[in-house]
């Protein structure tokens, strides 16, 4: 009976710790911050109120498919600033919930490891002769081993000052990351340590 309860607790304290820290390494992998991009783009339509899907992006220097890194925070500080990033060939963002465009942008870091972000779905939440604004959720992975894929929220805007028609318009865009939930691997614990008490009661009295 001594032999069968030790070997409940062993596998309840084994199963405890396997538990947490995998729980504990899977928040410290989320990737935390936000990265800004600037550049141009050519819609579909040369207004800007029409407009349904970017058909180009381009960097500040005129670059094809390109952007430029305008401000980094958090993880993604190994990216530096003006960092040419890769674009999507093409965005459709309407009607909503836009298309599904996996790798909108990639961008790799000093460190030689590249963020990505998947694009899920996208909304336009302003639309005038002089403006735009497309938020969307998605995706950022890194193929940085020690980063998980985490959900981002991707914002996007335009400006048109003049209000006529054009073929290239500024855009600039952020996205930002969420931040990991940190007491849920401690709530663990301690519900786990709780039940190995209560058990060890148990088997205590039945000896």
Same mark, same amino acid.
């Given at each position: 009976?001594?032999?069968?309860?030790?070997?409940?607790?062993?596998?309840?304290?084994?199963?405890?710790?396997?538990?947490?820290?995998?729980?504990?390494?899977?928040?410290?992998?989320?990737?935390?911050?936000?990265?800004?991009?600037?550049?141009?783009?050519?819609?579909?339509?040369?207004?800007?109120?029409?407009?349904?899907?970017?058909?180009?992006?381009?960097?500040?220097?005129?670059?094809?498919?390109?952007?430029?890194?305008?401000?980094?925070?958090?993880?993604?500080?190994?990216?530096?600033?003006?960092?040419?990033?890769?674009?999507?060939?093409?965005?459709?963002?309407?009607?909503?919930?836009?298309?599904?465009?996996?790798?909108?942008?990639?961008?790799? /870091?000093?460190? !030689?490891?590249? *963020?990505? &972000?998947?694009?899920?779905? #996208? +909304?336009? @939440?302003?639309?005038?002769?002089?403006?735009?604004?497309?938020?969307?959720?998605?995706?950022?992975?890194?193929?940085?081993?020690?980063?998980?894929?985490?959900?981002?929220?991707?914002?996007?805007?335009?400006?048109?000052?003049? /209000?006529?028609? !054009?073929?290239? *318009?500024? &855009?600039?865009?952020?996205? #930002? +990351?969420? @931040?990991?939930?940190?007491?849920?691997?401690?709530?663990?614990?301690?519900?786990?340590?709780?039940?190995?008490e209560f058990v060890r009661r148990k088997l205590r009295f039945r000896v």
């Open positions: 009976m001594r032999n069968l309860t030790k070997t409940i607790l062993t596998l309840i304290t084994a199963g405890l710790v396997t538990t947490a820290v995998s729980t504990q390494e899977a928040q410290a992998a989320k990737i935390k911050g936000t990265i800004d991009f600037a550049g141009s783009t050519r819609f579909d339509e040369a207004a800007l109120q029409n407009v349904t899907k970017v058909v180009e992006f381009r960097d500040v220097s005129g670059n094809p498919n390109k952007s430029n890194v305008a401000a980094v925070s958090g993880d993604f500080g190994t990216v530096s600033l003006g960092t040419q990033a890769d674009m999507a060939l093409t965005w459709q963002f309407l009607p909503a919930p836009g298309l599904a465009t996996p790798g909108l942008w990639s961008v790799m /870091g000093t460190d !030689g490891f590249t *963020f990505t &972000f998947n694009l899920l779905s #996208s +909304t336009v @939440v302003m639309r005038t002769a002089t403006f735009l604004n497309v938020k969307g959720t998605g995706t950022i992975t890194s193929t940085n081993p020690l980063f998980e894929d985490t959900a981002g929220k991707w914002a996007f805007t335009v400006q048109n000052a003049g /209000g006529g028609s !054009g073929i290239f *318009f500024s &855009f600039s865009a952020n996205n #930002s +990351t969420a @931040v990991p939930d940190g007491g849920s691997a401690v709530a663990l614990l301690g519900i786990s340590l709780v039940a190995i």
